[in-house]
Nanobody
Framework: QVQLVESGGGLVQAGGSLRLSCAASGRTGSSYAMGWFRQAPGKEREFVAAITWSGGGTRYADSVKGRFTISRDNAKRTVYLQMMSLKPEDTAVYYC?????????????????WGQGTQVTVSS
């Protein structure tokens, strides 16, 4: 069982920046991909970004490319999401997730463990 705890959310004006963190604990396995999804009110959970175990592979949703950067520190078992040039449409609860293995996926059904989420609100 894996536990994930997100932090770093908050209220920011459009054009501002936030950095989310997610710390993993428990039985993550020897290698695992990590990712971020988000869910706005009334909408389905959508893929934001993911990163492979080595950090050498990343993938982003088109809506955040060039503005968000995902990274990880395996020694700390932590994944980060640096968000810049935030827009009101980025407002959502952001969830961290992990998946054993070396591949990354955009389908939330491929991931088994989720954090409790952290609220990001971008005002116009």
């Amino acid at each position: 069982q894996v536990q994930l705890v997100e932090s770093g959310g908050g209220l920011v004006q459009a054009g501002g920046s936030l950095r989310l963190s997610c710390a993993a604990s428990g039985r993550t396995g020897s290698s695992y991909a990590m990712g971020w999804f988000r869910q706005a009110p009334g909408k389905e959970r959508e893929f934001v970004a993911a990163i492979t175990w080595s950090g050498g592979g990343t993938r982003y949703a088109d809506s955040v490319k060039g503005r968000f950067t995902i990274s990880r520190d395996n020694a700390k078992r932590t994944v980060y999401l640096q968000m810049m040039s935030l827009k009101p449409e980025d407002t959502a609860v952001y969830y961290c997730t992990v998946r054993g293995g070396v591949s990354i996926f955009v389908d939330p059904r491929e991931y088994g463990s989720w954090g409790q989420g952290t609220q990001v609100t971008v005002s116009s």
